[in-house]
């Protein structure tokens, strides 16, 4: 049987478009925000905003699911805890099973009677690659099951494309700007700062509320 490299992908959503999405579901947010890596940077994204309503993570990992469609994946699986939302969904629209890997005294493993069969073709999913250091660590699950690696999907790749993974696709590229503190020009602006991470930093600041996030 003759199989194309990939299966395409629905188009009608421009790059544009996925991120205004991000943008009215607070998953994309823009101010002057302190990084978990102490870096400063005019943009946070969080996309478990965006994924935690049904119908946009059916388009979104449906977008990936398109992608894999005819590389006959038996299995999808994520590094916990962001990619397994991703996985899921992305193996439920292919139809196979999907698992995760969790970190244990810093290193991810399969846990829970999770499996890998040798042989078994597999697609790495993730919600957002920043570096690429964990799906890196899935795929050597991967290999060191004896499992077949196809490629790696993703929600948002925010290393711009610079993790090069092989056979790779990521609904969005988006290269988040970061700065050193003493560098930052938003701090020299004297624009107050937030730190996204923490309980109150969303606190009013979600660019619209939950009920009215469909368009
Ligand atoms: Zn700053």
Redesign the pocket.
Known sequence: MIRSPAGSVPSPDTQEDILALFRRTGALLEG?F?LSSGL?SPQYFQCARVLQYPEHAEALCGRIAARFRNESVGVVIAPALGGIVVAQEVGRQLNVRSIFAERRENELILRRGLEIAPGERVLVCEDVITTGGSVEEVMKIVRGSGGTLVGVGAIVDRSGGAAGFENSYSTVTLKVLA?K?DE????KLE?P?ETPGSREAFHGKAPMSAPNHRT
């Open positions: 002057h302190q400063h700065y503190p930052c020009p938003l701090c624009v700062i």
